[in-house]
């Protein structure tokens, strides 16, 4: 859910390829042949899901980067040679097809008018599954969510080497979980409600207790988007009633960048409550995943009530504003505001120290009985 590696969350530099356009690409960039191709959700690129009658394995996404992001292409490197890496190490993650040139990426011109917009294309291994999005999420699948972020975060940070890693420090970059205090200048798309209260507060909030004590959290690389639609599941049980998942697919390394260990444990609880029956008590179990890996300490803790309410308000405030420059994608663009809304009111009417105390004895309840 990313745009640019400056404040703007999204401006006007979404692809808009017609599936002739993305046929040709395929084949004049990779020599593939496309038997069959339809088009992908996205926030702000352009996806396609191609396959093709020859050449390696047959499914494929066509993943064309929005023009703001293009123009940094170390970002892009990075970002596909961290998923590189990653499907070495083990990780469900795809890997990039090459371009006839031998190159992972292809800078592309978006139409045969002079001055038409620049695109870079890849051609990512298309994985299986099921997203987390559709399934109803049990405690283990939770758990192993919680126990994934904290292994690939811990992966990058400690063992990923490449000159490109540096463009992962991206200071403005509107989705890293340190710029909450960043949304004041996007409130206006709420209009003026109950909810743009909340938000305001969140954000008070977040400059006065969370961003003083940034520094003594533990760096690392973020996915930074481990939401319901990026991780693909499938069943490894016939069990209809008690179904245990795996994941069989990371996706969408777009908004990784420098942050903390605790920021990627509170992106994930915050797109594991959208879609569950019983919100508030997914974070215990994505927590004593986490830290099954990695244990918080007590001040990374202490910030995770805010993280969570600063997530739900980064991606509730965005939305809005995106929706207002997009307004024929809007459907795709609120997917989290549908409930995301009824989440963080809960959140703030239960109260900080409500809520942590349901996720912490949750966590410690696996201490003492931990998943095979």
């Not at 023009?67 to 170390?74: G, R």
């Not at 490449?162 to 949304?183: C, D, E, M, T, Y």
């Not at 879609?275 to 244990?295: K, N, Q």
């Amino acid at each position: 859910m990313s745009s640019g590696n400056n404040c703007e969350p999204q401006t006007l530099t979404k692809p808009t390829l017609g599936e002739r356009e993305a046929v040709e690409l395929v084949d004049r960039v990779f020599g593939l042949k496309v038997s069959w191709i339809t088009s992908l959700p996205s926030y702000d690129d352009q996806n396609f899901h191609v396959r093709v009658s020859a050449g390696g394995a047959d499914e494929y996404v066509l993943k064309i980067t929005n023009s703001e992001d293009s123009q940094e292409p170390d970002l892009i490197e990075a970002q596909t040679q961290a998923m590189m890496f990653l499907s070495a190490e083990g990780f469900p993650s795809a890997t990039p097809y090459l371009t006839k040139d031998g190159s992972i990426m292809s800078l592309e011109s978006g139409g045969t008018r002079p001055g038409s917009q620049k695109y870079m294309v890849r051609l990512l291994t298309y994985l299986p599954g099921t997203p987390v999005a559709k399934i109803t999420t049990n405690a283990q699948i939770l758990y192993e969510i919680g126990r994934l972020a904290a292994s690939m975060d811990k992966a990058l940070t400690e063992n990923f080497q490449h000159p490109s890693k540096k463009s992962l420090h991206r200071g403005q970059f509107i989705w890293n979980l340190a710029n909450v205090p960043l949304l004041d200048q996007y409130i206006y798309a709420l209009g003026q409600n109950e909810y743009r209260a909340v938000v305001e507060q969140v954000i008070e909030q977040f400059k006065g207790k969370v961003i003083p004590k940034l520094s003594s959290f533990r760096a690392c690389i973020n996915h930074g988007d481990l939401n319901d639609h990026n991780i693909l599941v499938d069943s490894s049980s016939a069990s209809l009633e008690n179904p245990q998942y795996r994941v069989s697919g990371i996706l969408d390394f777009s908004d990784m960048s420098y942050g903390y260990y605790v920021f990627e444990v509170a992106i994930a609880i915050m797109y594991m409550m959208i879609e569950s029956p019983d919100p508030l008590s997914v974070g215990g179990h994505v927590l004593a995943g986490f830290e099954s890996v990695l244990l918080l300490t007590a001040e990374e803790r202490g910030a995770l009530f805010l993280l969570v309410s600063g997530r739900f308000a980064q991606s509730l405030v965005i939305a809005a504003h995106t929706a207002l420059l997009y307004p024929e994608n809007k459907e795709y663009l609120t997917i989290t505001a549908k409930t995301g809304w009824k989440h963080l009111m809960t959140m703030f009417e239960m109260g900080q120290e409500a809520v942590e105390k349901m996720w912490f004895e949750t966590a410690q309840a696996y201490m003492h009985h931990a998943p095979a």
